[in-house]
């Protein structure tokens, strides 16, 4: 196999890198850019340790370089995941061996959500606070409805075209292209969400405000004289996202466009639904990932704290709560409705 990773003067050969790349085209351009940074980041490592041809010691060498960086432990598997793609598809090729073959990522640590859901009474302010006098306006509304009540994701937002909505068995409906089925050139949708009515008119009170539109045009568009009527970016989505949280006095490191699609699933398990109806809606592979969800809700739900004190404290108080539990688990749900207005009544007097 030819020995020019590192062309003489100690940079990438970057003709391979291009033809790498070029054999992917079904990645998004985002993907590429990706891949891209990865690569050059590999490639000053290999320039900086005058790495020529490099073995399966160096990638073990470049993974130790990586643990002691304070990157974050998903951009660490990134730059990991990139050389691994390379060298797979450099041997598929008969052009180097595959060195990585091995070579594993970082372990992430599993059951934690690194960003925070809404409640609800917090979603909706967000929501409500959108002033829908303007474009922008109606816009933003018609996303954070569509986005909240299908669980969908940033990249299948603006993958949206106009005439992936249509009328399926008297309801409309939105075709998507969701994650693992994305091609930056691909029509193809493989999934479908309902879109119901309240959600439906933000949509088209949104449409209703942009002339000449066609089916094939994206169904949400930037309003910026750079970009006027061009399809909406990940990044400019994901910002104006974070603006509509600031907005509304939600500005935090711990939520983030993402939180949205969380707040869908706690959303929906509050709502009754089971396991299943949430992983199935979600679109999770692995039910363990719903699963976080369920355990996130019982930790909020729990009044363990407060009962281990009252055990000791209250002790009457907690003999009190223990029956209440007992006769509730035995009433019905006409009967738990007239508990609930009966405990209603009795705050509103209070107040």
Known sequence: MSNFFITSDKTFNYSLCDKYLMDNVDLLDTSINGYKVCLNHFNKWLSDNDIKQPTKEDIIRYKMYLKDTNYAI?????????????????????????????????????????????????????????DTNTIQGKRDKAIMLLMLTCGLRINEVVLIDIRD???????????IQSKGYQNRNSTERDTYFKIIKPVYDAIKDYLDTRPNKNGYDPLFTSTSNRALNKRLTKQSLSQILKNRFRASGYDSNKLSPHSIRHTTATLLLKSGASLYETQYHLRHKDPKTTEIYINLNSKELNTSEQDIYNQVFNSTIQDSIKVLRDEINNLNDSQINNVLNYIKSLKQMEV
């Open 74 to 130: 998903n951009t660490k598997n990134a730059y990991i995941k990139a050389v691994r793609h390379l060298f797979k598809w450099l041997n598929a090729n008969n052009l180097y061996p595959n060195i990585s073959e091995d070579i594993k990522g970082f372990k992430v640590k599993s059951g934690v959500i690194k960003k925070d859901a809404f409640t609800e009474k917090d979603i909706k302010k967000v929501i409500d606070d959108i």
């Open 165 to 175: 909505i249509e009328i399926k068995n008297n309801q409309y409906i939105v075709n």
